[in-house]
């Protein structure tokens, strides 16, 4: 753990500062400068590229991730896979333009929506479903070489600071919104670029092929895997974007922005999980190639207490200031209020099951994983058609909340029932409680007069009795650590 521990913890902080600085561009500047219209336009952008960048890996990105270890070795190149990944991402993206082609017209000419924007602007969803899906692909490939760090920091920090320049130049009006949204979509696509230098600098970037390597096992294994590598990883990145393309589709670009800079906030608790999920898929699946379930049982229940812990302390921190954030954006905002109630409980369920997904996508029951996130997008999808009729927006939310609660409680069983892991125990109880104890107090602070120190001492409150009670009554050995630490560090500064 102490390698994962330590990238793990450079990934925190590339992944807070550039969650700190998507703060400043969504909830402090992007309200006040562009109307609701625009702000769903540029997200809506992002999530049909996502949808399209993942059928087009044709489930490869989880082959990677499962099968790369029978690749390993760095004398022979790893045996040409990089070659494999990248045409077998050449090939589903070519695929998947054709499909696009026919699909155009249905996507931009939406009779629910009076804005043109979409129409005018949603040829940019072929470029930015390209580059987003060779950034991914050499992303993983940068992963399974347990170097994720570069993909943090380009995803997490680069492009947010690069988006927060184009935006003030936007706001300074040295450049139209026309340019603003050509920038934009530069700046998503900037990533695979700097990625593949990465690489190419590191001696990693191999695209020789040499299929003699492969046999009729392994070639069977990675067709096994990849299709259904392609369920599992469309319906994993339409779960994240179905809700957004269904409210714009039935509702408008207008609720769409709305939708998504509530979303934005509760997105906010699952964002420490990036770091170790990303960081840990290759360790779990080098340990089930070694049969080595004790590491995957220490991994599994290390992720499933730590997360924990920091989810219940952003979920109390985000509803303890609830009416602070709807304070600071303009008021037709006020329709994400329920929204931003479900996402977070929603993520906080994706928070306590740790690295779950992880153990099963890269076991032997692959396949599961699959059928788990298939079912997971029908249930979304069915509900969203029930709640998002009768309640808008907030009903869109609270279908990913139930559809969450159904399928990561089946994932959590189906570990159990295969594999004998169960994470959980009674400091998960004393999390909780402690968590409610923190939020209840939180509400009986009066209002301060002055929003930002309004904010500033009621989170305080917040994070100080929180984590002097998690410390207190021990409930994770490595947030005791990391506390033990900070106070010897400020010891000696005092």
């Given at each position: 753990?102490?390698?994962?521990?330590?990238?793990?913890?450079?990934?925190?902080?590339?992944?807070?500062?550039?969650?700190?600085?998507?703060?400043?561009?969504?909830?402090?500047?992007?309200?006040?400068?562009?109307?609701?219209?625009?702000i769903?336009l540029?997200n809506?952008?992002?999530?049909?590229?996502?949808?399209?960048?993942?059928?087009?890996?044709?489930?490869?990105?989880?082959?990677?991730?499962?099968?790369?270890p029978?690749?390993?070795?760095?004398?022979?190149?790893?045996?040409?896979?990089?070659f494999?990944?990248?045409?077998t991402?050449?090939?589903?993206?070519?695929?998947?333009?054709?499909?696009?082609?026919?699909?155009?017209?249905?996507?931009?000419?939406?009779?629910?929506?009076?804005?043109v924007?979409?129409?005018?602007?949603?040829?940019?969803?072929?470029?930015?479903?390209?580059?987003?899906?060779?950034?991914?692909s050499?992303?993983?490939?940068?992963?399974?070489?347990?170097?994720?760090?570069?993909?943090?920091?380009?995803?997490?920090?680069?492009?947010?600071?690069?988006?927060?320049?184009?935006?003030?130049?936007?706001?300074?009006?040295?450049?139209?919104?026309?340019?603003?949204?050509?920038?934009?979509?530069?700046?998503?696509?900037?990533?695979?670029?700097v990625?593949?230098?990465?690489?190419?600098?590191?001696?990693?970037?191999?695209?020789?092929?040499?299929?003699r390597?492969?046999?009729?096992?392994?070639?069977?294994?990675?067709?096994?895997?990849?299709?259904?590598?392609?369920?599992?990883?469309?319906?994993?990145?339409?779960?994240?974007?179905?809700?957004?393309?269904?409210?714009?589709?039935m509702?408008?670009?207008?609720?769409?922005?709305?939708?998504?800079?509530?979303?934005?906030?509760?997105?906010?608790?699952?964002?420490?999980?990036?770091?170790?999920?990303?960081?840990?898929?290759?360790?779990?699946?080098?340990?089930?190639?070694?049969?080595?379930?004790?590491?995957?049982?220490?991994?599994?229940?290390?992720?499933?207490i730590?997360?924990?812990?920091?989810?219940?302390?952003?979920?109390?921190?985000?509803?303890?200031?609830i009416?602070?954030?709807?304070?600071?954006?303009?008021?037709?905002?006020?329709?994400?209020?329920?929204?931003?109630?479900f996402?977070?409980?929603?993520?906080?369920?994706?928070m306590?099951?740790?690295?779950?997904?992880?153990?099963?996508?890269?076991?032997?029951?692959?396949?599961?994983?699959?059928?788990?996130?298939?079912?997971?997008?029908?249930?979304?999808f069915?509900?969203?058609?029930?709640?998002?009729?009768?309640?808008?927006?907030?009903?869109?939310?609270?279908?990913?909340?139930?559809?969450?609660?159904?399928?990561?409680?089946?994932?959590?069983?189906?570990?159990?029932?295969?594999?004998?892991?169960?994470?959980?125990?009674?400091k998960?109880?004393?999390?909780?409680?402690?968590?409610?104890?923190c939020?209840?107090?939180?509400?009986?602070?009066?209002?301060?007069?002055?929003?930002?120190?309004?904010?500033?001492?009621?989170?305080?409150?917040?994070?100080?009795?929180?984590?002097?009670?998690?410390?207190?009554?021990?409930?994770?050995?490595?947030?005791?650590?990391?506390?033990?630490?900070?106070?010897?560090?400020?010891?000696?500064?005092?």
């Amino acid at each position: 753990m102490g390698e994962i521990e330590k990238q793990s913890i450079k990934g925190t902080i590339y992944t807070y500062i550039g969650v700190l600085i998507g703060f400043i561009n969504t909830a402090l500047i992007f309200p006040k400068i562009f109307h609701i219209e625009q702000i769903g336009l540029l997200n809506i952008l992002i999530s049909y590229s996502l949808v399209f960048a993942q059928i087009s890996s044709l489930g490869f990105n989880n082959t990677a991730i499962k099968l790369f270890p029978y690749f390993r070795n760095e004398d022979k190149k790893n045996n040409g896979f990089l070659f494999i990944y990248l045409l077998t991402a050449l090939v589903g993206f070519l695929l998947v333009l054709v499909v696009f082609l026919f699909i155009y017209p249905y996507i931009v000419n939406n009779p629910n929506d009076s804005s043109v924007l979409l129409s005018k602007y949603g040829f940019y969803i072929i470029p930015l479903a390209f580059f987003t899906l060779y950034f991914n692909s050499l992303d993983v490939f940068s992963r399974v070489l347990y170097k994720s760090l570069v993909g943090i920091f380009l995803k997490e920090f680069l492009v947010r600071i690069l988006v927060l320049v184009d935006i003030l130049m936007f706001y300074f009006n040295i450049i139209t919104f026309e340019n603003f949204v050509l920038l934009y979509i530069v700046i998503y696509s900037l990533p695979a670029f700097v990625i593949a230098v990465q690489l190419i600098k590191e001696g990693k970037f191999n695209v020789k092929p040499q299929l003699r390597f492969l046999d009729k096992e392994l070639i069977s294994a990675m067709i096994s895997v990849s299709l259904f590598g392609i369920i599992g990883g469309f319906a994993g990145v339409a779960v994240v974007n179905i809700d957004k393309i269904m409210i714009n589709q039935m509702l408008g670009l207008g609720n769409t922005g709305i939708y998504s800079i509530a979303f934005y906030f509760g997105a906010l608790i699952v964002i420490p999980s990036r770091p170790l999920i990303r960081i840990t898929s290759a360790y779990i699946s080098d340990s089930w190639k070694n049969n080595d379930i004790r590491t995957i049982d220490s991994i599994y229940r290390k992720s499933v207490i730590n997360q924990t812990v920091i989810g219940l302390l952003l979920i109390i921190g985000i509803l303890g200031n609830i009416n602070n954030i709807f304070e600071l954006l303009p008021k037709e905002y006020s329709k994400g209020y329920y929204v931003l109630v479900f996402i977070s409980f929603s993520f906080l369920l994706d928070m306590l099951i740790g690295v779950s997904t992880n153990i099963i996508g890269s076991s032997k029951y692959y396949k599961m994983q699959s059928y788990f996130t298939l079912l997971l997008i029908v249930i979304l999808f069915f509900s969203n058609i029930v709640f998002i009729p009768k309640y808008g927006i907030a009903g869109a939310a609270f279908a990913s909340l139930l559809s969450k609660f159904i399928i990561n409680g089946l994932k959590v069983l189906f570990i159990y029932l295969k594999f004998k892991l169960f994470p959980f125990n009674g400091k998960i109880i004393i999390s909780f409680l402690i968590a409610m104890c923190c939020y209840f107090l939180s509400r009986l602070l009066p209002d301060i007069g002055n929003l930002i120190v309004d904010i500033f001492i009621r989170s305080s409150m917040i994070t100080i009795v929180f984590i002097s009670l998690i410390y207190i009554f021990k409930v994770s050995d490595e947030v005791n650590n990391k506390i033990s630490e900070f106070y010897k560090l400020i010891s000696k500064i005092i």
